[in-house]
Every structure is written in C-alpha cells, then in structure tokens.
C-alpha cells in the first residue's frame, strides 16, 4: 500500500533546504529546484495487510498456526491415503462419525452445521471429482453417550445404517468419558480395533473435542498410538486461541462443551489440516492391527444383547414392556432404542443366563417434565447385590447411562436379576441396550 506524507514533514525538508541556500544566483536557482522537490509527493511503500479467510477474521497465517497445533500424530498414513485415491478415482467411499453431542451437532441452531458434516462437504470438495457422489455418509452421535454406549451402537448404528463396513471412521467421546475410568479407554479400543479388523484399509480418526472442563486425551492417546492411527485433539489450539484473544470464548463454545457453527468449521478444519499433512508424507508399510489388546482385560468379540442367542437366555417377567420414548437422535428425530425391556408395573425379577467375561448394561434416565414416574432398580449378579440404580432421578432428559456390571479376566457362566426397588413396583424402569463381552 502506498502513503503520502504529510504537511509537517514537507514543511521540515523546505525549511532544512532554504536554511541551506547561498545568496548568489546560481545558490539561489538551485535553492528553487530543490524547493520544488521538497513539495513534491513523497510515497513510500506500506505492508500489506494480513490475509484473512477465515471465520474468526485472524490472519490466515495464524489460523493455519492453530491448526496444526491440534495435530497430535498423522499415525501410519497408508491407510488414509488409500481413502483419499478412492475418494479421487471416484469409488465408492463410507464413512462415518461416532460420538457423542458434539458429533450429534449440538450447538448450532441446525444439527447440519456440526464438525462431521461440515467436515464431509470439506472432503468430497477437496478430494472428489465429481461432487462426492461416490461418498455415503452417516453421522452417528447421540447426545451425553460415553464409549461404553458407543460400542453397544456401533453395528447397528454404524455398519447397518451404511450397509458396509467404513473406509473412514470418526471416533470423538473425549469430552463424554470419564477420565478415570478405564472402561471408557477399554470401550474406545474395542471400536478402534474392531473397526481395523472389519475393514483392513479402514482409516480411523482419534478425535479429541474440546470442553472447557477438559477431555480425556492422555487416556486415549496410548490406545491410538498402540494401533497407529491419526490424532486430533481440538481442545489445544482452542485453549490457545482464547488465551491469546484471537476469539473470545462465546466465539467457540455455545455453552461448556458444544461448538458454534464457527466452531464446529474449525473443528472439521482441525481434521481437514490433519488429512493434508498425512497424504503428503512419504509412502509408508502396511500396520497390521496387533496381535495384542492395548489395554488389560480388553473387551472381546463384544456383541449387542437383542434376545436369545447361544450365550444369552432371558426371562424379561414384568419387564417386557417395551419403552417408546427412548433417547431420540437428531438426525431421525425417533427413538434410537427400539428394542429395549421396559417395566410399567408388577414385581417379577427380570433374569439373564449369560456366559461372559463382561456385560454393559444401559438404562434410562426419564425426562423429568414426562408424568409417568420412574423409580429405582436393584441389580443382583450372581445373587449378590450389585447396584442399585435410579431411573428417574432430579434433572432427567431420557438420557442413557451406561454401566459395566460384569468385569472379569475369563468369561464363565452368571446370573443376572433385575428387580424394582421396594415400594417401586408401580413405577417404571428402562433397560435401553445391553452388550457383552466374550
């Protein structure tokens, strides 16, 4: 850019000029030349503004600075370079993002401007020759739900929504696990492994959501560096951007946990940056998945309890209702649990037979604007008391709760009865999923 300079400074070269002018002619037509000059334009040249074409306005520069900081490992690439060949010769291309509310695309007013659909559109226009009508999505988040919750939904809300296993498959519970607790870590591996082991040039994504509470990264990051797969982990670059004041913290969060739509796009840019990097880095050897589990007694051959089968025998008694008003997702706006067990009223124990070496039960935690009360249920495991759990406690919203009542290094032979509490017959009670572990 170029500036003029001012009156003040014109004035202080004509002074410094005449002051130095001799009395004779020739001093004198000189001392003119150069008075004219001084008046003349001077210009001198300014830099540039910096680039921006972002959605925060910050220079381009320092929003490139941001997204790599959110880059913790591009892990073995091959694996994503072979979805992004596909995604260019035009194949087809599944994928799918698991996870919890943000997954969902909470936050903004429409549940389409969240990361894993923002970040769909980036990649089909990045990568894709036609469109992207070579790529079939399925945006796979259910509010407030963990890992453990996650592998229970993942055939059915994963596999059998797409019709085929995922080329690339997104996994963000980061900011839903607790951190403490190693089935959460354990849960998260079996997705990543079982992913792996379905499809063996199936790109998995560790993603780390941020939350100004946290995450649970560092639990996870051993997992994801056991099997070689890429990381992100948002919650870095978005620490620093608020720090810094390159956007105020209502410009990324909506509430504690969920994006803005801005936030959402910076989120899919995290991941889009990662991408970039990975195909870009010299070709690598295939990674097998390891013969060994990460994490001590690991969650094996899981399978979802839908009834009987050779392992599982159950006696539903007077929990054989079946509960309409299950959590709902966004994207259906239905329930998400169809098939579940449901007691209304009566005092008939709920049984299971079950072989196994671990078994995930989720109940419901009513809606507490809905008339219907619920009460508490006892859950017995081989007779002896193992919880007791409330299905209607203060400040429900028909959320599911996810908790491993079964946790041994062996499977063996286990009875599980589920009863209503004492002077809770009359009220109801959800059994929303169930899974276990072989």
Known sequence: MKKIIGTTALLAVLTLTVGC??????????????????????????????VSTNQYNISDDRYQDLLDKSLVSVGNTLRMKKVIEKLNNG?????????????????????????????????????CTDGGKNVYFDGAGLSGTPSQLGLIRY????????????????????????????????????????????????????????????NSAAQKMKVAEHYGIPQVNVLIPVKMAISAGDFPQNKYYTDSVHPTKEGHEFQADCIM???????????????????????????????RILGDDSNVKIAAGSFSATDKATQSIKKTNKANFPQNWSHETGAESFVMNINCKALILTYKEQGSWLTN??????????GALKATYDGGPAGGWNNCVPVVIIDEATAANHKVEIKMAAGDEAKGFTIVAMGYSK
Not at 27 to 49: F, G, N, Q, R, Y
Not at 156 to 168: A, C
Not at 277 to 284: G, I, P, R
Not at 373 to 382: N, P
Request: net charge negative.
């Open 21 to 50: 002018a001799s009395k004779d002619s020739n001093t004198a037509e000189t001392s003119k030349t150069e008075e004219k000059a001084a008046i003349a334009e001077v210009v001198v040249e300014e830099a540039p503004a910096p």
């Open 373 to 382: 009360k619920f009460g508490k249920a006892e859950v017995y495991v081989d």
């Open 273 to 303: 940056n990662m991408i970039a990097k990975a195909v870009t880095t010299e070709d690598e050897e295939p990674v097998a998945v390891p013969e060994n589990w990460c994490m001590e007694k690991p969650f094996t051959n899981f399978t």
């Open 91 to 127: 194949e087809p291309v599944y994928i799918a993002a698991l996870g919890g509310s943000v997954t969902e695309g909470a936050g903004p007013a429409n549940f389409k401007d969240g990361y894993a659909y923002q970040f769909t559109k980036k990649l089909k226009a990045a990568y």
């Open 155 to 214: 055939e059915s809300d994963v596999v059998q929504v797409l019709g085929h296993n995922p080329d690339l498959l997104i996994i963000e519970f980061a900011v839903n696990d607790n951190g403490g607790d190693s089935s959460s870590t354990r849960a998260f591996e079996a997705l990543v492994r079982n992913a792996l082991l379905a499809n063996e040039d199936c790109a998995v994504i560790a993603l780390y959501s941020a939350a100004t509470y946290g």
